[in-house]
């Protein structure tokens, strides 16, 4: 697979191929590490730290911070046992 090697302001980039990034989670903003390894370059996804942890927002509601109920106009009706 080839690409061409074009100006990007003051620097140089490429487009990676679809071929390539087809199954990665490539999107703009994405940091990846890119090492020179002699004749090849190396390119890795930096794993992204999620900064939202389900048990710790859990952990974060009291009675004083709870919000009342909403009424969405949904009613659901579960089947009984």
Avoid: R, W
């Avoid at 939202?52 to 952990?59: H, R």
Wanted: hydrophobic content about 35%; glycine content about 8%; some cysteine.
């Amino acid at each position: 697979m080839q690409a061409t090697v074009i100006k990007i302001g003051n620097s140089l980039g490429f487009k990676l191929p679809d071929e390539i990034t087809n199954g990665y989670p490539f999107k703009e903003g994405l940091n990846v590490d890119i090492q020179d390894n002699g004749n090849k370059f190396i390119i890795e996804l930096i794993k992204q730290n999620n900064p939202y942890n389900l048990a710790d927002m859990l952990n974060g509601i009291t009675k004083n911070n709870i919000h009342q109920s909403i009424d969405t106009g949904i009613c659901l009706k579960l089947p009984k046992n």
